[in-house]
């Protein structure tokens, strides 16, 4: 039973997909333009190692091992985070090929080829998020910050008092 024997899936563009396989590796696959960096017909790339998660994107992918150690693939070959970076505890993806991963310390850490995330507001963060051109965070402290592009309000925060009306009504 080939359905049998995932963990965990991501979903890119273009039928482009990468799972945890039960053994925790990483198995990519797709028919259209790859997250292995290919195009044409049904590619396939298999990684050995114990991954906690794996992110595929536009012409990308990577997995987080469960060491902290961020793989990547296709284009994000090339936009691997400094040498310099701890290890990650969670990574999230954005744009065409961005990534952004929170050290154990709470650090956020920003990479790849969409500059309107590259710059996160400095602060100790607990979860990350990422659109196509804006990004938000949650701190330590239950605040959240967005940063990146605002032209259609994604920079918003709404005020969570409560409304005069139900939505609707």
């Not at 952004?100 to 310390?105: A, I, M, R, Y």
């Amino acid at each position: 039973h080939a359905g049998k024997n995932f963990r965990a899936i991501s979903v890119a563009w273009e039928k482009n997909y990468c799972a945890i396989l039960t053994d925790k590796s990483i198995r990519c696959w797709s028919g259209g333009m790859t997250s292995m960096g290919k195009s044409g017909k049904t590619q396939k790339k298999d990684l050995a190692g114990t991954f906690v998660k794996v992110l595929g994107s536009m012409w990308a992918g990577c997995g987080l091992r469960d060491t902290g150690v961020l793989v990547c693939w296709g284009a994000a070959e090339k936009q691997i985070p400094p040498e310099a970076m701890p290890g990650l505890k969670d990574v999230e993806n954005g744009g065409k090929s961005t990534y952004c991963g929170l050290d154990d310390k709470g650090s956020l850490w920003c990479w790849g080829s969409t500059p309107e995330l590259l710059s996160p507001p400095k602060g100790e963060y607990v979860s990350v998020a990422l659109g196509k051109t804006h990004g938000c965070a949650v701190r330590r402290d239950g605040e959240m910050v967005c940063w990146g592009q605002s032209d259609k309000g994604a920079l918003s925060i709404p005020s969570l008092e409560a409304p005069d009306k139900a939505p609707g009504s």
